[in-house]
């Protein structure tokens, strides 16, 4: 049976293993000579009058669709399906959408549903709730008051440069607001922490502890310990040493996380990734079970920190095949290997970003690779050869050259078609690193979201006019036609793939102003960024991110069309509702 889809002057032609065959130019008679024998047989439901953006190929709209098993099985321009196409119509179960927008189910690329889930149960120390180190302390002594002394006070989102004061809290000033509690607070994003005393002690952190290429130690005028602690080695010490949520109460968190998700219009979601918290093997096993029982109804797509595959890592000896297998049969299919992740340095706005030319307000301050380049080489090659997509966290364009000098060593070693590796964040790219990218076929998830919350701090303190002007510079990435996404970060920013696109199409920051006007895109291009290049990036394009015959029913419905409005007012949508496999998972 040939399933078909009626477009303006066009047939896709499906075989019933859903391959396109055949991209016909029909016009409506020919159409109607397949006559019944192309009625739909059987349907379980109708969307009608639905302003339908497909973001196919062709950039069609449609008006309603039908849905069978979990699959788009028919879509029509028409409010509602024409007589004769569905068998029985009058008795199938009709949702009218009343004029609202129906997208593909958001596909979120970079984030930490884990971390997320975490932090949900810690004490908010970020903008705009707290704007000053007094306020930050207080925040402290309110929760030491509702513990008992020696237990853990958490803190996460805290942010220096947001703070009036323009600098990081101490262990000293942390000692004196909650002397009889180990305090740990993270900082905003997500590659450094300030400690108290206790927690250090707690910690076996003690004054002749060394830095690692992973991490270091942060220390005052005469050498002592400030409290600061730089990147994974050093922070993992703290949150290895303090108390941990029980899998049951993580678990609950995931769960409510998921439906901030869900209330967002996402259905897919990539977790960037596992082992970056704890212990990867138990991190795993929670994530495969939440999605296997539904904690988490997104589809998941899990990076893994190179650590848990390599040497003594829990999945050593596997390769991406055998990886992929174990967390397909874990989760009963509903989560798949993304990736191997690793980092090749920090962030901008905690000085650890690797830069080419120094930063603007610290000329001896350059960032630094966190690995050599021989070993980063070695680790790519090795993880190629096992099969892996690989995805390099790389803020500065330091980093992201290195990364690139590795990809293009693996691939000339062993050349590979549609390897897809990655490239996260991707935020200080030059233009010959974007082309670069495009040239080696590497794609780029972009951390757009940074141009609205961190944009006048990069154009002032960071890096200068020049560079913050190119902050993701996604017209660039259009340009040289390289696959990319885009992507929250959450927790490091909300959750909001809407606010994503509404920061790529206007570049405005805080303050309301716009920075680096032509590096901005369309709005269709930046809703396809979230949706279908999201599916190409998962290799998942045959049955996700856009609206045509074949493909999975996922949906986020909207109160209002994105490219109908003023662009200004697209982080202002509200999701109405968003579809899995054609079940309705989140109503407003
Ligand atoms: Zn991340």
Redesign the pocket.
Same mark, same amino acid.
């Given at each position: 049976m040939i399933e078909r889809v009626k477009v303006p002057a066009l047939l896709h032609v499906y075989i019933r293993q859903k391959m396109v065959i055949g991209l016909v130019q029909l016009d409506y008679a020919v159409i109607h000579r397949f006559g019944s024998e192309n009625m739909l047989e059987a349907v379980d439901f109708i969307i009608k009058n639905a302003n339908i953006l497909t973001l196919d190929e062709k950039q069609t709209r449609a008006k309603s669709l039908a849905v069978q098993d979990g699959s788009i099985v028919g879509i029509w321009e028409t409010t509602e399906p024409p007589q004769g196409e569905i068998r029985d119509a009058d008795k199938v179960k009709v949702v009218d959408l009343q004029g609202q927008t129906l997208l593909p189910g958001f596909i979120d690329t +970079?984030n +930490?549903l884990l971390g997320y889930a975490h932090v949900r149960r810690y004490v908010p120390c970020g903008q705009p709730l707290v704007k000053t180190i007094p306020q930050l302390l207080q925040q402290l002594k309110d929760k030491a008051a509702e513990k008992q002394a020696g237990e853990w006070i958490v803190g996460f989102g805290y942010d220096d440069t947001g703070l009036e004061e323009q600098r990081h809290v101490t262990r000293d000033e942390l000692d004196q607001a909650v002397p009889d509690h180990p305090v740990f607070i993270a900082h905003i994003s997500g590659h450094l922490g300030v400690a108290n005393s206790k927690a250090l002690e707690e910690a076996g952190i003690t004054e002749d502890v060394q830095d690692t290429e992973m991490g270091h130690y942060g220390r005052d005028e005469n050498g002592r310990l400030n409290g600061a602690l730089f990147e994974k080695d050093a922070m993992s010490r703290i949150t290895q040493g303090q108390d941990q949520a029980s899998p049951e109460q993580v678990m609950a968190q995931l769960a409510e996380a998921s439906k901030e998700y869900l209330a967002q219009g996402i259905t897919t979601n990539t977790e960037?990734a596992i082992g970056m918290l704890q212990d990867p093997a138990g991190e795993l096993a929670l994530y495969l079970k939440a999605s296997a029982n539904g904690t988490i109804p997104m589809r998941a797509q899990l990076m893994v920190m190179h650590t848990a595959l390599e040497d003594d890592g829990p999945f050593a000896g596997y390769d991406a095949e055998k990886m992929d297998a174990y967390i397909q049969e874990k989760s009963n299919g509903r989560a798949r290997l993304d990736s191997v992740k690793l980092f090749q340095d920090g962030s901008i706005q905690g000085y650890t970003g690797a830069l080419r030319e120094p930063y603007y307000s610290k000329p001896d301050t350059y960032g630094d690779l966190f690995h050599k380049q021989e070993v980063l080489n070695e680790k790519i090659l090795d993880f190629h050869q096992r099969g892996y997509r690989i995805a390099i966290h790389g803020n500065g364009d330091r980093a992201i050259g290195s990364i690139l000098e590795g990809y293009a060593n693996a691939l000339k070693k062993q050349p590979k078609a549609r390897h897809q590796h990655r490239i996260?964040h991707v935020q200080t790219a030059t233009l010959e690193d974007i082309e670069k990218l495009a040239e080696l076929d590497v794609a780029g998830s972009f951390f757009i979201n940074h141009v609205y919350y961190w944009g006048e701090r990069h154009e002032k303190i960071f890096l200068g006019p020049d560079r913050a002007a190119r902050l993701d510079p996604l017209k660039d990435a259009v340009d040289a036609d390289m696959l990319f996404t885009l992507h929250s970060?959450c927790p490091?920013t909300p959750i909001s793939p809407l606010f994503s696109v509404w920061a790529a199409v206007n570049r405005v920051t805080d303050e309301g102003r716009v920075l680096g006007p032509d590096q901005r895109i369309d709005v269709v291009t930046a809703l396809k960024s979230m949706t279908i290049y999201g599916a190409r990036l998962n290799f998942q394009e045959d049955m996700i991110g856009s609206i045509e015959v074949g493909k999975r029913a996922d949906f986020a419905v909207l109160d209002r069309d994105p490219t109908a409005i003023d662009p200004m007012e697209i982080k202002d949508i509200q999701v109405t509702s968003t579809w899995i496999d054609g079940e309705k998972v989140y109503t407003k």
């Open positions: +970079h +930490h960037a996260e970060d490091v």
